[in-house]
Every structure is written in structure tokens, then in C-alpha cells.
């Protein structure tokens, strides 16, 4: 089955700089790609997400860039807030009735 | 719309009690998932269904069993409940059209087991 590896498991940042979480997979037939922000006794929310037909995806502060060859994607978020404080998951899915395997979540703090 | 909603938000059990989780969604998805979380481990499948009518493992089933009871609703059933069942478990739908797709999360049930 589908193997997700999510690095770093913690990541500190000051207000403005960006952050960069990376996460790689393992089955090649995964086409689906999206990252999920949970807050602290929330339930886990998409914030972006991208197929395998795309290399790179933007969203205002946030994008998400692809390397099918090397089978890893990664989550950029720029002039970080507070309020991106949180923990963040990738997921990778192929054709198996919408099934995502999870990495096993990064905790963004952002410091004022 | 109020998109998936379970119940109950928190419950406490003892060792060897059972008990039923509750799931619905209201956004005529056809597949719905079954999450559990822990500290640490990301989230982790342990049912779904594909669409109405299937069920199938995912990668932690050991321990429950659902139930697609119609479109709407997928159930969670423990048997006979352990401390290793103590988790944060979550439901999710998604559209189901044959691919991996977005998949919407309800609030979670808070689970502890003495």
C-alpha cells in the first residue's frame, strides 16, 4: 500500500518568514495531492490540493509544487501569520475508491 | 447545509463496554471513511465505504465494525472496548466519482476508555 513520510515533524518560524513542509510518497499510481490544516481541537480542513497533472499550484500566501519523478510534494507558505499556527497534514490518493494515506503531520508554530 | 456531523462530541467507557459512533452527511457524497487519531501517528484509516451498500478494512479495522446504514449515514460500532481505543475519531465523506477526491471531515468524537 501507499507509504506517506511528512518532514519536519515541528517546524518554528518568525512572523513574515516562510515555511516549507515536504513530504514524499511512494506509489507511483498516487495522482490526488492535498494538504489539510488542523487546529487545536478542530476537526482537519483542505487548504490546497493538486493532481498529478500539474507541477505547481498557488493560493494567495499558500502553494504547493509537485515532483512526480522523484515522488515527493511540498507545502509553501509565505509572509507567515499567527494564525498559521497549526498542524498540517499531506495525503496522497490514487484510483482506490478515494482513499487518502495521511503523512503524519507537521506542528507549524509562528512566533510574533 | 451542516456538510458531515457526528455523534457524540466526547464519551467516556469502560474496559469490555461497546458502543456506536454516528456519521452523516448531507452532501450526497458516495463514499465515507472512518479516521482514528493519536498523538503523533497522523490519521489512520480504519473503514470505509466506497459507496452505498460496501464496506471495506482499511488499516487499523482490528477492533470495530461499521455499518453503511443508506447514503448518509456510516456508522462505527465497538464491541467491546480497550484503553488502545482511547483516540480522537473522525468521520469523512467525499464525492466518491471513481478517484481519489477531497475528503470533508466531521468535528470528531473524542474517545476515552478506562
Known amino acids: 500500500g501507499e507509504n506517506v513520510e511528512q518532514h519536519p515533524s515541528t517546524l518554528s518560524v518568525q512572523e513574515g518568514d516562510s515555511a516549507v513542509i515536504k513530504c514524499t510518497y511512494s506509489d507511483s499510481a498516487s495522482n490526488y495531492f492535498p494538504w489539510y490544516k488542523q487546529e487545536l481541537g478542530k476537526r482537519p480542513q483542505l487548504i490546497i490540493d493538486i493532481r498529478s497533472n500539474v507541477g505547481e499550484k498557488k493560493d494567495q500566501r499558500i502553494a504547493v509544487t509537485l515532483n512526480k519523478t522523484a515522488k515527493h510534494f511540498s507545502l509553501h507558505i509565505t509572509e507567515t501569520q499567527p494564525e498559521d499556527s497549526a498542524v498540517y497534514f499531506c495525503a496522497a490518493g490514487g484510483t482506490s475508491y478515494g482513499k487518502l494515506t495521511f503523512g503524519q503531520g507537521t506542528i507549524l508554530t509562528v512566533h510574533p | 447545509n451542516a456538510g458531515v456531523t457526528q455523534t457524540p462530541k466526547f464519551q467516556v467507557l469502560k474496559t469490555g463496554q461497546s458502543m456506536t459512533l454516528q456519521c452523516a452527511q448531507d452532501m450526497n457524497h458516495n463514499s465515507m471513511y472512518w479516521y482514528r487519531q493519536d498523538p503523533g501517528m497522523g490519521l489512520r484509516l480504519i473503514y470505509y465505504?466506497?459507496?452505498?451498500?460496501?464496506?471495506d478494512k482499511g488499516e487499523v479495522p482490528n477492533g470495530y465494525n461499521v455499518s453503511r446504514l443508506n447514503k448518509r449515514e456510516f456508522s462505527l460500532r465497538l464491541e467491546s472496548a480497550a484503553p488502545s481505543q482511547t483516540s480522537v475519531y473522525f468521520c469523512?465523506?467525499?464525492?466518491?466519482?471513481?478517484?481519489?477526491?477531497?475528503?470533508?471531515f466531521g468535528p470528531g468524537t473524542r474517545l476515552t476508555v478506562l
Open positions: 469523512a465523506s467525499s464525492p466518491g466519482r471513481g478517484r481519489a477526491d477531497t475528503q470533508y
Open positions: 465505504s466506497a459507496s452505498e451498500g460496501t464496506t
